[in-house]
């Protein structure tokens, strides 16, 4: 069946019902996933779908049914059908208009770890010179004041953050006393090794929430995050106590980054975040920056065995829920919420147009901005294409205007992009040019090529059939994709 038929083709025929616009993709041999405009879709078998471009579906059918209730045709029932079309959309795109909601301040690039899959190129811990100034720092607020969202959440990312404390109280204590209505939160992203009583005291003050690093079990972590004493492990999980004692259990939230070593571990890993009372995880690939690609670990494993790893991970996850112990992964969940509701959650991976520059920015410690951290990290590889300016230099429209941001987003806007364009779970996907610059040294690349295409479409054909296929599986993702589940 072809997927391009003339406009005629497409109007009101002898069962008057009209089609709106859709795609589809074979799921097996029996039956096709179709999606729509509103991120909607439906699994319906071979012959219901050449029935329903032909016309000729019976009205009182399941599948004509759930195809009216999804907005694949319209009929005289169906009311409001193209105006309920129309909301969705719009709501799915209306976080264009309240950007920039994430600011990234790079407070300094010292850190004490050594992590080799580390996204950021490091210094020793005793180079002040790589750490923001106060008038960086100014300038970098005023950028994240003037943002059009209404809530901002500024974070503070390193190197290690807490080697340069001091400029973190001084942007909290500027932003706040700069933010006039609009809602600014703050996050510390550390590796939690100098945490103390007196930072944790700010931290409360000023409701301010911290994200740190997990790994897995103490031989994975220590492994991964080498610092010296060789007790990572034991810095973090005594960090992650110490801030749920001074600001609540939910103050803390970790990241893990899969390695090598961690392929054939995922249950254990797992085990270790319900051990230490996390409510998810995110399976999260290595990604090809900073140190990652510079010791080729990013080479270290191919994006099948990444798959396998998270399916693994993913059925494990899927059994804890059936014996009653409540547990998510947080990509699935984000994919989830493109599925099952109109807002599109601003997880700038998965995002089209790509979410560099709108959901997030980062403010280098000399001042650079870049659309993302990804890209910051290309520059420290010596790719500058993501460079958008200066903070002491330039101003908030030569940033935000400037060709090096909207080129990419323009030229790798999924829904024009060939084979995008075509497939079926464009609308769950995301645009992400850094990926494809770093890796292919083009904003869009072939995506029989992309590794970001053979895994996104994976997960998608994998989530669906599971759905598909166990009716718990179905009612748990739908939780996981409601807001705040
Ligand atoms: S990257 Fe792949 S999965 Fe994503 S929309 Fe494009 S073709 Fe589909």
């Known amino acids: 069946m072809s997927k391009f038929q003339s406009v005629e083709f497409f109007k ?60 694949f045709l319209i009929d005289e029932k169906s009311e409001m059908a193209k105006e309920l079309l129309e909301i969705k959309l719009r709501t799915k795109y209306s976080n ?55 809530a901002i959440k500024i974070e503070f990312q390193g190197g ?20 006039n209505d609009k809602n600014v939160s703050y996050v510390i992203a550390t590796n939690l090794a100098l945490i103390d009583k007196n930072i944790l005291k700010y931290c409360k003050e000023k409701s301010i929430q911290i994200s740190t690093s997990l790994d897995g079990p103490e031989d994975l972590h220590n492994n991964n995050r080498p610092r010296p004493g060789k007790n990572s492990y034991e810095k973090a999980i005594s960090g992650i ?88 992964e947080y990509y699935t969940a984000t994919i989830l919420a493109k599925m099952f509701t109109s807002q599109d959650p601003g997880y700038v991976d998965l995002m089209s147009p790509a979410g560099i520059g709108i959901s997030a920015i980062i403010y280098n410690y000399d001042g650079v901005v870049y659309p993302s951290d990804e890209s910051r990290m290309l520059a420290e590889m010596g790719d500058h294409s993501f460079r958008l300016g200066n903070v002491l230099t330039n101003s908030y429209e030569e940033i935000f205007l400037n060709e090096a941001l909207l080129g990419p987003i323009e030229e790798s806007f999924a829904y024009s992009v060939p084979m995008c364009n075509e497939c079926a779970f464009e609308d769950y996907c995301g645009a992400d040019p850094v990926f494809h610059h770093g890796v292919h040294k083009d904003f869009v690349a072939r995506k029989p090529e992309s590794q970001f295409c053979n895994r996104n479409m994976t997960i998608f054909m994998y989530l669906i059939n599971r759905m598909e296929s166990d009716q718990f599986v179905k009612e748990l993702f739908m939780k996981w994709g409601q807001p705040h589940a």
Not at 47 to 69: C, M, P, T, W
């Open 96 to 150: 264009l208009s309240e950007f920039t909601a994430l600011h990234m301040f790079v407070v300094t690039l010292r850190c004490e770890h050594s992590c080799p899959y580390c996204q950021v190129s490091r210094q020793s811990d005793d180079k002040l010179k790589f750490d923001m100034t106060e008038e960086i720092a100014d300038k970098a607020i005023d950028f994240a004041l003037r943002s059009p969202a209404r």
């Open 12 to 71: 009101k025929k002898k069962n008057e019902y009209s089609l709106l616009p859709f795609r589809f993709e074979r799921l097996d041999d029996q039956r096709r996933v179709l999606t729509n405009l509103a991120g909607e879709y439906l699994v319906i078998n071979e012959g219901e779908l050449k029935a329903f471009v032909n016309h000729a579906l019976e009205e009182q059918s399941d599948a004509y049914i759930n195809l009216r209730a999804k907005h």
């Open 241 to 328: 106590k110490m801030v749920r004692e001074y600001l609540g259990v939910d103050a803390v939230s970790a990241l893990m980054t899969t390695t090598r070593s961690s392929l054939n571990r995922v249950k254990e890993i797992i085990d270790e975040y319900l051990d230490q009372d996390m409510e998810g995880i995110f399976l999260r690939p290595l990604s090809p920056y900073g140190f990652a690609l510079k010791t080729k670990s990013f080479k270290a494993y191919g994006v099948e065995e990444w798959n396998k790893f998270y399916e693994q991970g993913l059925e494990y996850i899927i059994e804890l829920n059936k014996k009653g112990v409540e547990f998510k």
């Open 160 to 179: 290690e953050p807490l080697l340069n404390f001091p400029i973190i109280q001084y942007v909290v204590e500027e932003a706040n006393r700069r933010k």
